[in-house]
């Protein structure tokens, strides 16, 4: 059925909206496993970042969800209905690719509505939700043009517009602004957001991007060889990391992690275990631990120092103004920044 307001498609994704639950779910290949038993839940509503390095299993985890592939076990909820088998077609969600998927034969309006001609959705409808959505997206003035004519950021709110007019609750993007510069990924970053509160969308982005990750998710979900490392808000990841894999992956520069049996204060800790600090914690003064200057990166405001501690190389950050370090140089830091891992890379309570 039609709608006649702009608050409409806001009221109807926002009510629609469905959570999504992954249990054991697991994916082998026959030389190796891209998915190792990984139950995780993602809210409805929120906007969860699967993130981790290149081969980590975030895209194979994405595809699964969309049904553009199979899990061999474990099951796919949505909104607690087994979707695991489903058609891609028969699950409730929209889907961005990375390269926008556009057709370069048709105008943008055919591409923002091509999928509602393939579900036979009525005529004066589809144009309906096409000139609402084209407002939405600032698209408007660009309708009658191919996509060879726009530029990357036009483009990708075409395939942002193409999804948003399909009225799926659960919007799934696979590292859709890789393609796009510096500057532009910025602003796109702070319009998918906006847009995914405004709707009230269940939104899954895949990425291995940390600042992406860090600035616009609810939520984040940590993946490393297969297996889930973390799942946490942004601010309760970079202050807890529950592994080391995390403390390194999440901050730049990453957190510094050191041999407790470097450290008088905490040789006391079983054999392996590390004390993690993040550089910008760390102090240079005359107290502390002594540490090998082995050189300096000049950042304009800020200053890295290389430097080691024992066998471990570590950077710490500081105001560029406090000028050129000594060879050595001692170091400290609040007991509240230090963190405690065990041998294994977990974390210590």
């Known amino acids: 059925m039609a709608m006649n307001a702009m608050t409409s498609i806001d009221e109807q994704i926002a009510i629609a909206a ?14 190796a496993v891209a998915l190792d038993n990984v139950t995780i839940d993602i809210p409805a509503g929120a906007f969860t970042v699967l993130l981790g390095p290149s081969g980590c299993g975030k895209s194979t985890l994405l595809r699964l969800i969309a049904g553009l592939d199979r899990p061999t076990s474990g099951k796919i909820l949505l909104g607690g209905n087994d979707i695991t088998r489903k058609p891609p077609a028969e699950r409730d969600l929209s889907m961005v690719f990375q390269s ?18 393939v579900r036979r959705v009525d005529k004066a409808e589809r144009w309906e939700r096409l ?87 609810d939520h984040i979900v940590v993946m490393n060889q297969g297996r889930v490392e973390q799942v946490a808000r942004p601010r309760e990841l970079y202050a807890a990391p529950e592994t080391t894999f995390c403390a390194r992956f999440i901050g730049t520069p990453p957190m510094n992690l050191i041999s407790a049996r470097d450290l008088p204060a905490y040789r006391h800790l079983p054999e392996g275990s590390l004390v993690g600090v993040r550089p910008e914690d760390m102090i240079v003064d005359g107290e502390g631990v002594e540490a090998v200057v082995e050189g300096v990166e000049y950042l304009g405001a800020d200053q890295l120092i290389a430097a080691r501690i024992g066998a471990a190389k570590i950077i710490v950050r500081q105001p560029a103004r406090t000028g050129a370090p000594d060879a050595k140089v001692r170091l400290s830091w609040p007991a509240e920044a230090t963190h405690l891992f065990d041998a294994d890379g977990r974390r210590l309570h």
Do not use: W
């Open 100 to 117: 926008y998927a556009l057709f370069p034969h048709l105008t943008v309006a055919e591409n923002i509505i091509f999928g509602l001609r």
């Open 131 to 217: 000139n609402r959505v084209a407002r939405m997206m600032g698209l408007d003035g660009l309708l009658d043009r191919r996509p060879n004519q726009l530029s990357g950021g036009q483009q990708q709110r075409v395939a942002l517009a193409r999804a948003v007019i399909s009225e799926r609750p659960v919007c799934l993007m696979d590292e859709p602004l890789s393609n796009l510069d510096a500057k532009l990924r910025a602003e796109m970053r702070v319009e998918i957001r906006d847009l995914q509160q405004r709707l009230g969308l269940t939104m899954v982005y895949v990425t291995h991007d940390q600042v992406e990750a860090m600035t616009m998710a």
């Open 18 to 31: 469905a959570g999504l639950r992954l249990e054991g779910v697991r994916k082998a290949y026959d030389t």
